[in-house]
């Protein structure tokens, strides 16, 4: 895509022109995913020509929002045995509505008749109690939503987020967990899920819980015991062990803190850039590969950017809402 | 006339050592003050510099020197400011590359009375929107828009597209990314293909 690694002398603008479509294109058609708003905001951290060139291509594209009224009158002519199809535009107009509720939600109120909508802003944190005695645990920057009916149906949905699940047991009415194409069956347990929509990743803290695909994604199931990390998407789903501190380290968020060990740089902004609308950028591949350790306070940004430079002699540059780390 | 400054620096100052604005703050006034005087800038661009190839180079100049310079401070007056910069930028270029006679660069009494022409394609835009965007996916080559519809209109994912009309999800990719440039180009209102050979 670059015309400066063909060495071709093609133009500037049009290079930076077709990095910031790809970009709006990414962001709008399917997957975009937490990291790749970090990577997103990496790049344009580069420099201010990588700046105008987004802002441009994302305000047109943003301007041709009003084509979306041309949905209904189309809709006949397109729809020619597609039935499955459909769902986006449905999907849309449910989107449409939750967002409608956010506002409301906001303030912790309830959306619907049964079902109950969660959101928390970044850098928030909230305990969700239901009637049940179950409870459940929202991180920073996520979306959830519950249902539960008269005959015991107990069904959260995760869409957005982490959050640590402690479930009460009830035999004849287990609780289930929607998440990112799979469902999380949990018998009595503590458990933290999370996901960046197209991912999920399950720690198993307590109990027992099964995990299978909604048959959305690929048939795949796993029944987890304490100490399994599992993480599965449409298609894969891997099993990985953890104990003592590494899995308390899952769960520490719950305290307000982040803890690393041996953990890169890279990873360890990304994790602070969940907390905080003040962001933390790394300059340099070799950079973000250093490792750092230690126990944070998950909003103080700052205070991690003065560690890495007494720790690894890392400089701080403060360029408005940014803390940009540079050798 | 003769004695042009290098970089007219008038609309930043008083010049700080830190940077007040924010990333969304300078973005909000490029989007709204500074692209929509995007059609009058490139013909102003076009006009003034013989090599048509080098106008969308000289475009991304200027949005990043009026942008470098609102991180310090927001100028008053986008229009003035962005066409200055641009008269500057291109009699910059006239000397760095000593290709075109000074004179070449219109002056700035000639540029006021471009500037105050009401821009008809704004107008248009405010009068009816959607025919305008209609008449745009018009203009896109076929695959492009196809792929564009699919996802925009009926929103469709790039992998939807993909197996709804059987071509893989890269050429999806390069069809969509095409279709939002082009469009991207119609809406701020380039190119009348009346340009000079």
Not at chain 1, 162 to 189: K, N, Q
Request: proline fraction near 4%.
């Amino acid at each position: 895509m670059s015309g400066a690694e063909t060495g071709l002398p093609i133009s500037r603008a049009a290079d930076l022109e077709a990095q910031a479509a790809a970009w709006v294109r990414r962001q709008h058609f399917g997957g975009w995913t937490a990291e790749d708003q970090v990577a997103l905001d990496t790049w344009l951290a580069v420099s201010v020509g990588h700046q105008v060139a987004y802002w441009r291509i994302s305000a047109g594209f943003d301007s041709t929002e009003r084509l979306t009224a041309l949905r209904g009158p189309m809709q006949p002519k397109a729809s020619t045995g597609r039935e499955g199809k459909q769902r986006p535009f449905t999907f849309r107009i449910v989107a449409g509505f939750a967002m409608a509720c956010v506002i409301v939600a906001a303030i912790g109120f309830v959306a619907a008749p049964k079902q109950k909508l969660y959101v928390t802003p970044i850098g928030g944190h909230e305990i969700v109690r239901l009637a049940d005695g179950s409870q459940i645990e929202l991180n920073t920057d996520t979306r959830l939503r519950t249902v539960t009916s008269v005959f015991g149906q107990r069904t959260a949905w995760l869409d957005s987020g982490e959050a640590f699940f402690s479930i009460e047991h009830d035999e004849d009415h287990p609780f289930i967990v929607r998440v990112a194409g799979h469902r999380l069956t949990d018998l009595g347990t503590k458990f933290v899920v999370r996901t960046n929509e197209s991912q999920v990743r399950v720690v198993l803290m307590e109990g027992v819980v099964r995990l299978e695909s909604d048959g959305t994604s690929r048939a795949q199931h796993a029944t987890l015991v304490p100490g399994d990390v599992a993480v599965a998407d449409a298609e894969t789903l891997s099993i990985e062990k953890k104990s003592g501190p590494e899995l308390q380290r899952e769960e520490s968020w719950r305290r307000g803190l982040l803890v690393f060990g041996h953990t890169t740089l890279q990873d360890a902004t990304a994790e602070f850039n969940r907390y905080n609308t003040a962001k933390l950028i790394i300059e340099g591949s070799e950079v973000a590969q250093m490792q750092i350790g230690g126990t944070f306070n998950a909003n103080d940004p700052k205070l991690f950017a003065r560690a890495t430079s007494t720790m690894l002699g890392l400089h701080v540059v403060h360029h408005g809402n940014e803390l940009i780390i540079a050798r | 006339m003769a004695d042009t400054p290098e970089i007219s620096r008038e609309d930043s100052t008083p010049r700080r050592l830190d940077i007040p604005m924010t990333a969304s703050e300078v973005q909000a006034w490029f989007v709204r003050e500074v692209l929509p005087l995007e059609t009058l800038l490139t013909s102003f661009l076009q006009h003034n510099w013989r090599n048509n190839d080098d106008v969308a180079d000289l475009r991304q100049d200027v949005y990043e020197r009026v942008c470098e310079a609102a991180y310090r401070q927001i100028p008053d007056n986008a229009k003035q400011f962005v066409f200055r910069t641009a008269r500057n930028l291109l009699i910059n270029r006239v000397r760095r590359e000593n290709v075109v006679p000074i004179e070449a660069v219109a002056d700035l009494d000639a540029l006021d009375v471009a500037m105050d022409t009401p821009q008809p394609d704004r107008t248009t835009i405010a009068r009816d929107e959607l025919r305008r965007l209609q008449k745009a996916l018009d203009r896109l080559p076929p695959r492009a828009r196809e792929v564009f519809v699919l996802g925009r209109i009926e929103g469709l994912s790039g992998q939807q597209i993909a197996d709804r009309i059987g071509i893989t999800k890269a050429t999806v990719s390069f069809h969509l990314d095409k279709a939002i440039r082009l469009l991207v180009d119609i809406i701020y209102g380039q190119p009348d293909p009346r340009r000079k050979p």
